[in-house]
Each structure stands twice: as C-alpha cells, then as structure tokens.
C-alpha cells in the first residue's frame, strides 16, 4: 500500500504545473499594493559560468567550498561533482555497473549535512549515502522512517534540510483515507488473487500535510506545523479489456502553504491565504510576521473560463502525447517540468510512463521512478483522464505562489516564487528574517533556482541543446 500511496499523491503535482503555466500568461508588472510601493523588480546579476556538458536534469545543488558544487541529475539518474567554472564535472554516483556507487532506478535527494558533507537519499534502498566535499562517498546510514523515503528527494514537496538541532525536517506524505475493504480488498494491496474486482477503491485525497523533523540517532519525531496543500478527487472505473481507467478532477488553482527551513535552523511556513510568514524555533515556539505586501490579482469571470481553458489544453496535449507513446510500444515516457521545482525532469514532472506490449506489460505496473503512478501499456491502465473544475470554483484572487516556491539562501532570506511573471522570466520576492519583503529578483527567461552558494544562485535551465547548469551572483551588475 505504501508503494500505492506514494503515487497517487505524486500527481497532485498536475495542479501547479497547470496553474503556473496558465498564470504566466495573466501576469502583469505588479507595482503597488494597498500598503504601499513594492520593491522594484531588478534582474539577477549576469551569469558567470555554465556547463557545457549536457544534463537529463537540474533538481538539487549543493555548493561546497572552493567553487565545487554537486548536482543532483534525477532525469540521468546520477549525482556529479562540478569543479570551478563548471567546466568540467566527475561523476559520483550513476546507474552504471562500473561504479559501487549507485544512483537507483528511481529519483534520489540531495540533502545538505553536517560541515561540508551531503546526503543522497536513495529511496529505492531506502538508505543515505554520506557524500564529503571531494565527492566520495564515506559511509551509508538508512533512512529514519522508510515510509518517508519518498519524501526526502525535494520537489515540490519542498526541500528537506537540517535545523539546529541536527534534525532532519521535511514534508511528511499526506494520510489517504480508503473506505472500506482498501486499495486491494481481500487480496490485499494491489488488488491481489481474492480481492475481487469491485473491491478496488481510490483513496480520499487530504488538503493539509505536516511539516516533522526527526532525530536521525533516536528517530524521534516532532510535527512542526501544518500546510494547506492542493487536494483533488480521483475515481477509477475498469475497461472491458481488463484494465482500470483513472479520472482526476483537480482544481489547478487552489491556494496552498509552502515551507523552507532558514540558515539559522528555523522553520519558514509561508502562508498563501494572507501571504505571510511564521517562523518556528527549534523548541516550536512561533513567531509571526506582517502579510508580504503584494500585489494581488483579482480574477473576473472570463479570466477564469480563459485560465481553466488554457489549462485543459495544455494537459490534453501532454494526454495525447502519452497515449502516442503507449500505442506505439517499447518503453517511453512523456512528462511536464514542473516550473516551480526544478529544470528537465523529475522529481519536477507529472509524468506518464509506458511499457511495451506482451505478457510483462499485462501485469501491473508499479509506480514510476519519480513516484508518479504509471499506466501501463496496452490491455492494462489507460492514460488518465483529467477533469477540472468549474471556472467559479477558482478563487477571486489569484493565489501569491504555487507549492514549491520557497527556498533558502545562505543569509537567512526565503525566496518565493511569485506567481507573477515580467519579461517572461519568473518574479522572487525576497524576505528578511525578520519578514520583511526586501528585494524582488527578476530571473531570466527558462531558469529555476536549484539553489544557493555564497552570494550566488545556482539555476537549471533548458536551451536548444538540452539541459544546463548556470551560476550567477545574486546582487545586480546595476545599482
């Protein structure tokens, strides 16, 4: 059931990838708010460095010293080490069979760890290998709860890290709540021999999950807050070939809290209803702060019909493109980067994955390596059809950021992913410790924030070759 769980909560990720898309195109310059002038909106400073050899993804970074940073590739299934300049990269764990060190056939996680060492979670294994700043691997722990595994790859699940205290902090996978016999019946998950055919049931999907830091020497655990995530309702029907047919109805622009933990060890709950912050300790006392000021967006009828319009496009052409790929065999997969969680692949993606006609592809199949549920090839799963809701159920206002959006720099400062968009490049707010909006960063057009080395920001971003890593500082070349 575990295995089950993880993938239908992985494709909630449709939602933000569809309301960031549709929001783009809506967004103007904001300038003003009732509380008064925003900060100006300035561009990141210009590039310094970037790969010239080719990534399948740009999920987690993570600077070490001397201009070294690791580079978590999720898509190419390999962590590297980049050397100054990134001009040149050593690979230090991949799916080959010529390394010991290797990265599993699902999507691992960067989490940086004590001094200068970082953990790969490989939830496969369900283990953490110790990486120390020259990029070999020096001892491998488990992970503290193995039904969390999934959890500590990042994403827009926010990013896992360490608070002062040494634990470990994440987003804990949200409660589905099955009625009655369960996901396999009598038979057991999975629908198994005696569970009959009928029995199978979709769990109830939840609209809050909570944010735990764990001990890794006791395995204690502490819940720290509590979020408003997206929440859909999926039903599944069964084909008359056999297989099962799931339909989600999603509502791709619900307002939803988002998390990162600070340099200082707190705990950052972004709030989207208000768009606030509130910090917590590492005793869990809470601290608040005043709303971010914010220029919001009201949306009228027709902007409405206009946004759930777009979005169904743009998902039935991805919907197609799936079905392409599972009519004509072998083993393939289409998918679609998630704007707010990283460039070129999972765990950034909503992703349909297929496997080639015959006797293996009649079984079921398990979920994909970026936990989203695969639909099997032909005579089994058909390609999920999505609904949406009706365009008066979207909200009045536009919500401030989609999940994901947060990140923290190495001075203490969240970066916030604004749903506002300028130049087509994406709008950070940027907020003090204190809460206050300080600054608002204008990224170039195709880049997302993989993270942050000393007064610089790492970016992923796609050109006409394929998938690249750049570095930039953070101040502007301009005053």
Do not use: C
């Not at 679609?336 to 990283?342: E, H, L, N, Q, V």
């Not at 994901?404 to 720099?409: E, F, K, P, V």
């Amino acid at each position: 059931m575990s295995t089950l769980r993880s993938a239908f909560v992985r494709v909630l990720g449709i939602a933000t990838i569809s309301g960031g898309a549709a929001l783009s195109a809506m967004a103007q310059e904001p300038t003003t708010t009732a509380a008064g002038a925003l900060p100006p909106i300035r561009a990141l400073g210009k590039a310094t460095a970037r790969s010239t050899d080719l990534l399948g993804a740009v999920s987690q970074v993570r600077a070490l010293p001397g201009g070294r940073v690791l580079v978590n590739d999720n898509l190419g299934r390999k962590v590297v080490m980049f050397e100054p300049g990134l001009g040149s990269f050593k690979v230090v764990a991949d799916t080959t069979s010529a390394t010991a060190n290797a990265y599993s056939s699902r999507a691992g996680g960067l989490v940086a760890y004590k001094g200068d060492s970082t953990l790969f979670v490989d939830p496969t294994s369900l283990s953490m290998l110790v990486i120390d700043s020259k990029g070999s691997i020096t001892r491998v722990m488990s992970v503290p709860r193995p039904n969390d595994a999934a959890s500590l790859i990042g994403g827009p699940n926010g990013t896992p890290a360490f608070d002062a205290q040494g634990r470990l902090v994440y987003r804990a996978p949200p409660h589905l709540h099955v009625e009655g016999a369960g996901f396999g019946g009598a038979g057991g998950a999975g629908g198994g021999a005696g569970g009959g055919r009928g029995q199978f049931q979709m769990p109830t999907f939840p609209d809050s999950a909570a944010i735990v830091r764990i001990a890794l020497d006791t395995r204690a655990v502490d819940t720290v807050a509590w979020l408003k995530i997206a929440k859909q309702t999926t039903t599944t029907t069964h084909t008359a070939d056999g297989g099962r047919s799931v339909v989600s109805t999603i509502n791709p622009m619900q307002i939803v809290d988002d998390w990162a933990v600070t340099a200082d060890g707190r705990v950052a709950i972004v709030r989207g209803q208000d768009y606030k912050i509130e910090w917590i300790d590492g005793k869990g006392a809470v601290a608040g702060s005043s709303k971010i000021p914010f220029a919001w967006r009201r949306l009228n009828d027709s902007m409405k019909v206009a946004f759930i319009d777009s979005t169904k496009k743009a998902m039935e052409v991805l919907r197609q493109q799936a079905a392409a790929l599972a009519q004509a065999g072998g083993t393939a997969s289409a998918f679609a980067p998630d704007p707010t969680a990283g460039i070129g692949g999972p765990p950034a993606n909503v992703r349909f994955e297929f496997h080639g006609a015959g006797e293996e592809a009649r079984r079921p199949q398990a979920a994909s390596s970026n936990g989203a549920p695969t639909t099997g090839g032909p005579n089994t799963s058909q390609v999920a059809q999505l609904n949406f809701v009706n365009p008066t159920d979207l909200p009045d206002y536009a919500p401030p950021f989609a999940a994901g959006a947060a990140r923290s720099d190495l001075n203490g400062n969240v970066w916030i992913r604004t749903s506002n968009v300028y130049n087509n490049g994406s709008v950070y707010d940027i907020v003090n410790a204190k809460g206050a909006l300080t600054d608002r960063v204008l990224l170039p057009p195709g880049r997302v924030i993989a993270g942050f080395g000393p007064g610089v920001v790492y970016m992923g971003y796609r050109d006409g070759a394929g998938v690249r890593l750049e570095v930039a500082p953070i101040a502007s070349a301009t005053p």
